[in-house]
């Protein structure tokens, strides 16, 4: 098993922009020196709260979240901000929205960093991050079959474990697969550092206004998916969905990723039964 002081991955700015939640950029952010009161009060707060708005207002209607910031610190400084947001909205469903799509962003780069040859950042996440125990090779690597099945994407086809070869307790993939298990390891990491979260005090006005916002753009959200659930039964003659139908709709207001397997049977349905693209 490759330890995490056995890896040697050298960090650079462009990194702590992609990857702004590696330990590493956390501790550029303590240079900083910011407060909640700073952010709500300096103009440099003030485009940091702009920024983390942007990005879980665009979480909020399932948009690509915007490009990372140029300069790493400033990248570093709205990330955590999102996440204090986030914590103070206290709604896991919109927690679990962000982490999705922020882990698709860095499923994106790290496929980038495939391109160029670059595995070690892919290594970095895996080991020292996220704790897995991965062993490197050409052209493959070898994963502990206990993370595969905590990342597997979906449970079904090649992803499926009993479609895999063991190899002595570990699971032969791909690193372009690598990067996929990658993405839903950073996704849980992303929501269990909103759990961790504390906001201590009392939350500046600047700040607890955008976390108002948020938590109003959510609710209405929300209430769109269930008058579209409420709808359904108009439409079909019937008193309630199928039960597929239902768990995905559900699974959709848990604001849950849904596989594309499972997206395009819910909006096949619904257009069948009269509703429109919009």
């Known amino acids: 098993r490759m330890s995490a002081t056995q890896l040697r991955v050298v960090l650079t700015p462009e990194d702590f922009s992609r990857y702004p939640f590696v330990p590493e950029a956390f501790s550029s952010l303590k240079e900083l020196e910011l407060t909640l009161e700073d952010i709500a009060s300096t103009p440099l707060g003030n485009l940091i709260l702009e920024k983390a708005r942007e990005r879980l207002l665009k979480?909020?209607?399932?948009?690509?979240?915007p490009s990372p910031e140029e300069d790493y610190m400033l990248e570093v400084a709205v990330f955590y901000t999102?996440?204090?947001?986030?914590?103070?909205v206290g709604d896991d469903r919109l927690t679990e929205k962000f982490s999705t799509l922020y882990a698709k962003?860095?499923?994106?780069?790290?496929?980038?960093?495939?391109?160029?040859?670059?595995r070690d950042k892919l290594l970095y996440l895996a080991v020292k991050v996220l704790g897995w125990d991965v062993r490197p090779g050409d052209p493959n690597v070898l994963i502990h079959f206990k993370y595969f099945v905590s990342a597997?994407?979906?449970?079904?086809g090649e992803w499926k474990l009993t479609n895999r070869v063991l190899e002595k307790g570990y699971v032969r993939v791909s690193w372009r697969e690598l990067a996929r298990l990658l993405e839903t390891g950073v996704k849980k990491y992303v929501f269990s550092l909103v759990q961790g979260a504390e906001v201590s005090g009392n939350i500046p006005e600047g700040v607890y206004r955008v976390v108002e916002e948020v938590s109003r753009a959510w609710s209405a959200r929300q209430q769109d998916v269930r008058s579209v659930a409420r709808d359904i039964p108009s439409r079909r003659g019937e008193e309630v969905p199928p039960p597929c139908i239902r768990e995905l709709l559900h699974q959709q207001l848990s604001g849950k990723n849904l596989p594309h397997s499972a997206r395009f049977a819910l909006a096949s349905f619904l257009l069948n039964i009269g509703f429109s693209v919009e």
């Open 105 to 118: 962003a860095v499923y994106e780069f790290l496929l980038k960093d495939l391109e160029k040859g670059s």
């Open 152 to 156: 597997q994407p979906e449970l079904t």
């Open 59 to 65: 979480a909020v209607e399932g948009e690509r979240l």
């Open 82 to 88: 999102t996440l204090l947001i986030l914590a103070g």
